[in-house]
Protein backbone atom coordinates (compact mmCIF):
# COMPACT_ATOMS: atom_id res chain seq x y z
CA UNK A 1 0.00 0.00 0.00
CA UNK A 2 1.33 3.26 -0.79
CA UNK A 3 -0.11 6.37 -0.01
CA UNK A 4 1.38 10.04 -0.56
CA UNK A 5 1.99 11.89 2.78
CA UNK A 6 -0.78 14.27 1.61
CA UNK A 7 -3.34 11.10 1.02
CA UNK A 8 -2.45 9.60 4.24
CA UNK A 9 -2.84 13.05 6.27
CA UNK A 10 -6.08 13.28 4.62
CA UNK A 11 -7.12 10.06 5.60
CA UNK A 12 -6.21 10.79 9.46
CA UNK A 13 -7.98 13.69 9.42
CA UNK A 14 -11.18 12.20 7.85
CA UNK A 15 -11.00 9.26 10.58
CA UNK A 16 -10.13 11.44 13.51
CA UNK A 17 -12.83 13.76 12.55
CA UNK A 18 -15.43 10.51 12.46
CA UNK A 19 -14.26 9.59 15.36
CA UNK A 20 -14.97 13.34 17.49
CA UNK A 21 -18.12 13.89 15.66
CA UNK A 22 -19.24 10.40 17.15
CA UNK A 23 -19.94 8.62 13.39
CA UNK A 24 -17.47 6.03 14.53
CA UNK A 25 -16.66 4.27 17.82
CA UNK A 26 -12.94 4.27 19.02
CA UNK A 27 -12.36 0.47 18.38
CA UNK A 28 -13.73 1.00 14.64
CA UNK A 29 -11.47 4.17 14.29
CA UNK A 30 -8.18 2.04 15.23
CA UNK A 31 -8.86 -0.48 12.71
CA UNK A 32 -9.99 2.29 9.97
CA UNK A 33 -5.90 3.80 11.11
CA UNK A 34 -4.71 0.58 10.89
CA UNK A 35 -6.10 -0.96 7.90
CA UNK A 36 -6.79 2.14 5.82
CA UNK A 37 -3.38 3.96 6.72
CA UNK A 38 -0.82 1.57 7.35
CA UNK A 39 -2.10 -1.14 5.55
CA UNK A 40 -0.60 -3.48 8.71
CA UNK A 41 -2.03 -7.03 9.49
CA UNK A 42 -3.22 -6.84 13.77
CA UNK A 43 -0.15 -8.83 14.65
CA UNK A 44 2.51 -6.15 12.66
CA UNK A 45 0.73 -3.22 14.23
CA UNK A 46 0.62 -4.59 17.68
CA UNK A 47 4.26 -5.21 17.55
CA UNK A 48 4.69 -1.91 15.94
CA UNK A 49 3.20 -0.27 18.42
CA UNK A 50 4.34 -2.31 21.41
CA UNK A 51 1.19 -3.61 23.06
CA UNK A 52 0.06 -7.53 22.09
CA UNK A 53 -2.17 -8.24 19.63
CA UNK A 54 -4.86 -9.64 21.81
CA UNK A 55 -4.95 -6.06 23.47
CA UNK A 56 -5.23 -4.66 19.88
CA UNK A 57 -7.99 -6.90 19.03
CA UNK A 58 -9.87 -5.98 22.09
CA UNK A 59 -9.81 -2.06 21.40
CA UNK A 60 -10.93 -3.02 17.65
CA UNK A 61 -13.45 -4.73 18.93
CA UNK A 62 -14.60 -2.47 21.87
CA UNK A 63 -14.14 -4.91 24.37
CA UNK A 64 -11.93 -5.18 27.42
CA UNK A 65 -11.03 -2.41 29.53
CA UNK A 66 -8.10 -0.87 28.07
CA UNK A 67 -5.55 1.26 29.62
CA UNK A 68 -4.94 4.93 28.58
CA UNK A 69 -1.31 4.07 28.03
CA UNK A 70 -2.59 1.31 25.48
CA UNK A 71 -4.98 3.80 23.56
CA UNK A 72 -2.10 6.27 23.37
CA UNK A 73 0.31 3.78 21.85
CA UNK A 74 -2.50 2.85 18.93
CA UNK A 75 -2.89 6.66 18.49
CA UNK A 76 1.05 7.60 18.60
CA UNK A 77 2.27 6.67 14.98
CA UNK A 78 -0.72 9.08 13.48
CA UNK A 79 0.29 12.12 15.91
CA UNK A 80 -3.28 11.36 18.46
CA UNK A 81 -3.54 10.40 22.00
CA UNK A 82 -6.62 10.44 24.21
CA UNK A 83 -7.81 13.60 25.64
CA UNK A 84 -11.07 15.51 27.26
CA UNK A 85 -13.15 16.84 24.81
CA UNK A 86 -16.21 19.32 25.85
CA UNK A 87 -19.38 18.21 24.71
CA UNK A 88 -21.84 20.67 23.70
CA UNK A 89 -24.28 22.02 25.86
CA UNK A 90 -28.01 21.24 25.47
CA UNK A 91 -30.32 23.80 26.76
Known amino acids: MTLTIDARQLMIESIEADLAQGK ?17 QQTQFARMCKISVRTLIQIEH ?9 LNAV ?17
Open 24 to 40: IALGEAVKRFRVDVTGL
Open 62 to 70: GEGNPTLKS
Open 75 to 91: FKPFGLQMGVVRLPRKF
